[in-house]
């Protein structure tokens, strides 16, 4: 089975960048058509979207109300990793960052954690003012 490995996290001031990987592990070379995802979570609150793509897909990737137009997700060629490019960060970005793997990216179902199986162990994110 394919594991999911996050990384790239860590503190940045507000307004700067950051690029997390999700390495795939195993498998990745029948990953074409599966549906991946980003999500973060805060103390407190649902785990919530941040961005979605069909691998080899050619559907748009979809994003999250909150971070549409500042974060990007991406993968590379071979298949074997999953990034989201962050840009104009904000302390309200705080969260820790998680990949997931085999959901539904049709519609807004993405949008639900409960709709992804494979998930990585997450990667921290902390923004300064």
């Known amino acids: 089975a394919i594991r999911l490995v996050e990384s790239g996290g860590g503190a940045v001031q507000a307004g700067g960048s950051l690029r997390l990987s999700c390495d795939v592990i195993?498998?990745?070379?029948?990953?074409?058509?599966?549906?991946m995802a980003w999500f973060r979570q805060v103390p407190g609150k649902e785990r919530e979207g941040v961005g979605s793509l069909i691998i080899d897909g050619r559907a748009s990737p979809q994003y999250g109300d909150s971070v549409k137009g500042r974060f990007t997700i991406s993968h590379n060629e071979d298949k074997t990793a999953l990034y989201l490019q962050m840009d104009s960060l904000e302390p309200e970005d705080t969260a820790m960052y998680y990949c997931?793997?085999?959901?539904?990216?049709?519609?807004?179902?993405?949008?639900?954690?409960?709709?992804?199986?494979?998930w990585g162990q997450g990667t921290q994110v902390t923004v300064s003012s």
């Open positions: 997931a793997s085999d959901g539904v990216c049709r519609g807004s179902g993405w949008q639900s954690a409960e709709a992804f199986p494979i």
């Open positions: 195993g498998y990745a070379w029948t990953y074409s058509g599966h549906c």
